[in-house]
């Protein structure tokens, strides 16, 4: 039981060097998300521009190789992005991850990595973890308590 070899390089580079990785400085929204089954925390910081859109995502925290890649994979695909875009792709992974699209849903970039864990089903909770931080993040008050 092995991911694919080029989804597995793609998950261990971002899971071993994670991008965007920190706390945000002048972010005005975060959530947190944990996953108690595999003891993953993440936490995301992000900035919204005047128009809504993402100029700046960080986050913080740790877990397994598959929760910080997809973390670190979420911080480069929704920046620039506006909310509704970014929920839009969410929405659109989780689907991809449950199995309710096709596999050859093709996601952009490294995304596509995310892909391989469809196939192990006890490890979609650590894939979708930080994306419902994202989505709980971008429902949020404009203004997090400092
Ligand atoms: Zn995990």
């Given at each position: 039981m092995e991911l694919d070899e080029l989804y597995r390089e793609a998950i261990l580079d971002h899971a071993r060097h994670p991008r965007n990785?920190?706390?945000?400085?002048?972010?005005?929204?975060?959530?947190?998300?944990?996953?108690?089954?595999?003891?993953?925390?993440?936490?995301?910081?992000l900035r919204l521009s005047p128009a809504g859109r993402i100029e700046a995502i960080r986050f913080s925290g740790s877990g397994c190789a598959i929760s910080t890649a997809s973390a670190s994979l979420l911080t480069l695909a929704v920046q620039g992005?506006?909310?509704e875009e970014a929920q839009a792709l969410s929405a659109r992974i989780q689907r991809l991850l449950t199995g309710t699209s096709a596999p050859q849903d093709d996601l952009p970039g490294d995304l596509a990595a995310l892909a391989g864990v469809?196939?192990?089903p006890q490890r979609v909770g650590c894939a979708m973890l930080s994306w419902h931080a994202l989505e709980e993040a971008l429902r949020g008050p404009e203004k997090s308590p400092a």
């Open positions: 990785f920190g706390e945000l400085e002048g972010s005005d929204r975060s959530a947190s998300a944990t996953n108690v089954g595999c003891g993953d925390a993440i936490r995301l910081f992005q506006s909310s469809r196939r192990f």
